[in-house]
């Protein structure tokens, strides 16, 4: 039962690595938009796995995708959403066979998949940061979504995004392409950082990155790198959400993880199962974003932020 004034809206961000819904309740009564979780949920469904490769989406991908929808459909009837949302980002983007699964999901849960672009993706990612954080207040802050195909680098503002792109790199991605020793040697790694600053030179082409006075990380490797740096004894989005941290502490931590073997990985306390294995490639770009930021920047930015609110918050709030 939704509460006078409120609608109840299901949320379903699908990307390369995992699938995420939100079940929440919007109040609009006071002329902003407001959510309240009633369900937040994670899987980790590979639905990219090796779409850089082939360039189409594999059937064991599609089946692990598929039975977490049906589970998440089944959540939507549950608490009686009124209105559902499903976007799906990068490896939708990239593969050949997306129509099988734009298919597969219209009719497991009734809706048109949505599969976006880059930059609406970047625009949904600020919204959902942006609706939490009080950091924007006098910053023009630089959100960076780093995800399992691509990561979205986004300039904004309390009044909105200035600047926004995506580029296609992230932890699956080159965790595919270069990474694939135990742990990676030199001379992929540095094949990995050449992918990524080519990358980062792309995104400074359409979004002027040198006037960001904040930087603010979203999605699951950034805040993942975060409880590593905090050292936490488990999981917390509530001791992850908004922690600022120097670059210094965090760059130390992604060396830490991009250099671990696996079994040191998976034996965190804090580290998801389906990160185990991306998570090292993760760090090795949000570490090197983190180095040009602070250089573009001229010394000003000198910490990093983590959000635990990103592009599934911005998909319900745009829901109605």
Request: hydrophobic residues 45%.
């Amino acid at each position: 039962m939704t509460r006078a004034g409120t609608t109840r809206v299901a949320a379903i961000d699908c990307g390369t690595n995992s699938i995420r819904l939100l079940i929440a309740d919007i109040d609009r009564s006071d002329g902003t938009s407001t959510l309240t979780d009633v369900v937040r949920e994670m899987r980790v469904v590979r639905l990219g796995e090796g779409v850089d490769a082939t360039g189409e989406l594999a059937p064991e991908a599609l089946e692990r995708t598929f039975a977490a929808t049906a589970d998440y459909a089944q959540l939507i009837r549950e608490h009686r959403a009124e209105a559902v949302r499903f976007v799906a980002t990068s490896a939708s983007r990239d593969a050949r066979n997306r129509d099988v699964f734009v298919d597969g999901i219209r009719d497991l849960l009734g809706v048109e998949p949505e599969v976006i672009s880059g930059d609406e993706e970047a625009a949904l990612s600020f919204a959902g940061a942006s609706s939490v954080l009080p950091i924007l207040d006098g910053h023009e802050v630089l959100v960076v979504d780093l995800g399992g195909g691509s990561t979205e680098f986004v300039l904004g503002t309390a009044g909105g995004v200035t600047a926004a792109t995506s580029v296609d790199i992230g932890c699956v991605r080159l965790t595919e392409r270069h990474l694939r020793n135990d742990p990676p040697t030199a001379e992929q790694i540095a094949a990995a950082e050449a992918d990524v600053d080519a990358a980062i030179a792309r995104a400074g082409q359409d979004v002027p990155l040198e006037r960001a006075t904040a930087v603010v990380g979203v999605a699951g490797s950034i805040t993942t790198i975060t409880a590593h740096a905090m050292k936490l004894p488990e999981y917390s989005p509530n001791a992850i959400h908004g922690t600022e941290l120097p670059i210094d502490t965090v760059r130390a931590a992604s060396t830490d993880l991009l250099e671990m073997v696996r079994s040191e990985r998976a034996a965190l306390p804090y580290m998801h199962p389906g990160r185990v294995d991306v998570i090292g490639a993760g760090g090795l770009v949000w570490r090197r974003i983190l180095e040009r930021m602070g250089g573009l920047s001229g010394g000003r930015i000198t910490t990093a932020t983590a959000s635990e609110h990103d592009i599934l918050d911005g998909i319900a709030l745009s829901i109605g």
